[in-house]
């Protein structure tokens, strides 16, 4: 059994991108900028955010993070919004999701410039995406197909099975790994709440990507021998033997399925590094569409 580490792997691309950033600013070029936005002071979203930033900061990049209160009203954020899409300083930017309930999520995100959209979320980047178009790839995804590339995981022609179909995840990597593309050309299935059988359908998986949203919901006796699998999953579970009171889990019950796995993710250390590390890769190339 091999561990996909994504820790390493996506130090390799933030050095690979700061040697880049290197050269740019020795030849007087701009650096990219990332903006993030925060709206309230969920722990996870505070913690991702952070991390985002540090990682710009890391790399040479230039960063700003926007933190608003709680009970920003829409209006409010889509006023950030429109400063950010014409601050000709910015060369990309998010906005950490979910959002509180008063914020229509999609309204936020069809308001941000397609060029900035870094997370390649606005439905123009999602539907080039589908086309087979160059555009910026949702950065979760996007590090997954990394992953599996990097390490030589054979995808074409072979039975992947997402788990969930969230539009962060689950529905773009169904999308991506049946294209005729480098970690695709598989045939996919998509597995959900609703689905019947669930166990069964597993079993046929050469290849999981566990985006459900539940933890440790995935088992071993759910998997065939020399399975892949990709654990997107990271809850928080109450753990009194820790000092912060929690452990995290990702969807996957890493003990049973790594016996018969013959590639795995871990939590922590496996999809979320890379996502960071593909977000600073779009960051990248929306600087370089705009010089
Ligand atoms: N919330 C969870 N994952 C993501 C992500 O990749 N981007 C943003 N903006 N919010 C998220």
């Given amino acids: 059994m091999t561990i996909l580490d994504g820790k390493k792997v996506s130090n390799d691309i933030k050095e690979e991108i700061a040697e880049h950033v290197s050269g740019m600013k020795a030849k007087g ?10 709206v309230g002071s969920d722990g996870a979203s505070m913690t991702y955010v952070n991390a985002k930033v ?10 700003t993070l926007i933190e608003l209160p709680e009970y920003t009203s829409e209006e409010e954020l889509l006023e950030k919004i429109n400063e950010l899409n014409t601050n000709d ?36 980047n999602v539907g080039r995406m589908a086309l087979d178009l160059p555009t910026f790839l949702p950065a979760t995804p996007y590090g997954i197909l990394e992953l599996l590339e990097r390490y030589q995981v054979e ?30 050309d598989a045939t996919v299935t998509v597995v959900h709440s609703r689905t019947k059988n669930l166990a069964e359908i597993t079993k046929q998986a050469d290849i999981i990507v566990a985006a459900i949203g539940i933890s440790e919901f995935l088992t071993g006796d ?21 000092k912060n009171g929690y452990r ?29 590390a593909m977000l600073l890769k779009n960051t990248l190339l929306a600087r370089e569409r705009r010089s």
């Fill in 29 to 38: 070029e701009k650096v990219p900028h990332l903006a993030a936005v925060l």
């Fill in 54 to 63: 540090k990682a710009c900061e890391r790399i040479g990049f230039e960063s």
């Fill in 89 to 124: 300083d910015i060369d990309g930017f998010i906005v950490q999701l979910p959002l509180p309930e008063q914020i229509d999520e999609q309204k936020i995100l069809m308001a941000i410039d397609p060029d900035k959209d870094v997370d390649g979320f606005h439905p123009v």
């Fill in 155 to 184: 995808t074409s022609g072979k039975n992947v099975v997402v788990m969930g179909r969230s539009h962060i995840v689950g529905r773009p990597m169904s999308i991506l790994m049946s294209q005729k593309r480098k970690a695709g």
């Fill in 222 to 242: 759910m998997v065939k021998e020399d399975v892949v699998v990709i654990d997107v999953g990271i809850t928080r579970v109450p753990d009194a033997t820790k």
């Fill in 248 to 276: 995290l889990a990702g969807d996957v019950d890493f003990a049973s399925v790594s016996q018969k796995a013959s590639y795995i993710t871990p939590v922590p250390g496996g999809v979320g590094p890379m996502t960071i």
